[in-house]
């Protein structure tokens, strides 16, 4: 399937009935690509409680559900079940647009029981995947919290975030921002297969250049990590990242938990057959014989010689390339309190 990381529609796990798909023998080609389809929703909260205790963020925040990038790997795609879609195709190709996260974000920010938490751009899926260069839905709400004086955090793997560079560098110099762009692999023969609607790599680090050009506070994610695809390239990521300014470098290790592990196993199959069993056998190596985990800390890095192999890459990129000791300056929650005092008084 051209231009798509899943190769598969999965069941959904919350239906009662499954529909098969039965192969039919006609004259004709089958179709080469599937058009993605937009669904705009009227959401009832916009800011997500983020209970997990290895994750860095207390509050979420994803104007969209569902991610045209299309990774094979991607951790969120078990989320589109509960839209009564399925984690396969369906995550990539029907995407939820949430029109009113904007007024909704306003809104929470005035209301009294809001403390001015960061607040973590694309904590599930990309803020900034392709159909927001046309919605411009994340704009807004960078635009919302720089009036509020809302400290935020933002992942993400497309340089579309360059659009936006007149407010993050405005946030940037109050101490409101920080950026994660997530690299996995530099191999843009591999970034095709299983990134295909990302930026490229080049593009990505373009992103580290400009930002840091601009003091706005930009690491690396290196997530994830995929045993005997991606894993030997840690270093090279690391070091490209580190000259171009990059303050911090991070990884995980890829989890296949519920639908993902047949989205992945699949792909795998499509895109490196020859390689599938070494993959797949080197990520249960990792995972006590298993390809998915849930468990907290335990999820992120995994357990076994072989995920301690990756571990040390890391200590070693860090400790090689300085980016260990690169401060990312601590975020500014205080000012959301200040902005909201100054506001209160202009109206006394």
């Keep these: ?113 809001w403390k001015g938490e960061t607040i973590m751009f694309s904590g599930n899926t990309d803020c900034y995947q392709p159909i927001e260069k046309e919605l411009a839905i994340t704009r807004q709400l960078l635009k919302i919290c720089l009036e509020h004086k809302q400290s935020v955090g933002i992942i993400t793997k497309n340089d579309l975030i360059l ?83 990059a303050r911090g470098f991070y990884y995980t290790l890829i989890r296949l938990n519920d639908e993902v592990e047949e989205v992945f196993s699949t792909w795998l199959e499509s895109a490196f057959p020859k390689r599938r069993d070494k993959v797949l056998n080197l990520i249960r190596s990792c995972r006590k014989g298993a390809l998915g985990e849930k468990r907290f800390f335990d999820r992120m890095k995994g357990l076994g010689s072989y995920a301690q192999m990756i571990h040390n890459q890391y200590v070693l990129a860090n400790k090689k390339y300085y980016l260990g000791k690169r401060k990312m300056a601590a975020l500014d929650t205080n000012r959301f309190e200040q902005n909201r005092r100054r506001q209160l008084t202009l109206f006394d």
């Design 163 to 245: 659009r936006d560079l007149d407010i993050l560098e405005a946030m940037g110099r109050e101490r409101l921002v920080q950026v994660a762009v997530s690299i996995t692999t530099l191999n843009e023969r591999l970034r095709r297969k299983m990134e295909p609607r990302t930026s490229t790599a080049f593009n990505r680090l373009r992103i580290v250049q400009k930002l840091s050009a601009h003091n706005i506070p930009v690491s690396i994610m290196m997530a994830p990590v995929i045993p005997g695809l991606n894993d030997h390239e840690m270093l090279q990521i690391a070091g490209n990242a580190s000259k171009l300014g």
């Design 1 to 113: 399937m051209k231009g798509r990381g899943a190769q598969v529609q999965v069941a959904n796990r919350f239906e009662k009935f499954v529909k098969v798909n039965l192969p039919i023998i006609t004259d004709f080609e089958p179709e080469e690509s599937i058009k993605t389809k937009y669904q705009r929703v009227e959401a009832k909260t916009i800011i997500n409680k983020v209970d997990s205790p290895d994750l860095n963020f207390s509050y979420s925040l994803n104007p969209y559900q569902g991610c045209e990038h299309g990774c094979s790997y991607c951790y969120a795609r078990p989320t589109h079940a509960y839209w009564g879609y399925n984690a396969g195709l369906d995550f990539e190709s029907k995407i939820l647009v949430k029109e009113n996260a904007p007024e909704l974000l306003r809104l929470k920010l005035k209301s009294k029981s």
